[in-house]
């Protein structure tokens, strides 16, 4: 089978790379026109590739608390949002 060569042996670590503000940033930085860095629900959305409404429900649920201002209207921090979207380390103040 010639999947079993990507296989891991037994014991050993697997890399993972961590995503960072500052890796974000660079990658965002020219996209800035249509991802701006204080994003609104909606944007936010298009950016995660989720439904608003379900985006909504996560961010009630606490999953981004450290990236979002809540308020009349909801304000998402750009680069702190995708890193914990992404799996990265959590973004403190």
Known sequence: ME??????EEGEAARTRRVTLRNVARAFGPLSD?????MTLGEAA???RLAPSTL???ISEGQ??????????LL???DKFLVELM????CRN
Do not use: L
Request: aromatic share 12%.
């Open 3 to 8: 999947t079993e060569k990507y296989e891991r």
């Open 34 to 38: 249509q991802y701006p860095p204080v």
């Open 46 to 48: 298009k950016a995660s």
């Open 56 to 58: 909504k429900r996560k």
């Open 64 to 73: 981004f608390k450290n990236c979002v201002k809540r308020g009349k209207s």
């Open 76 to 78: 998402v921090w750009r």
């Open 87 to 90: 799996g990265g380390a959590p």
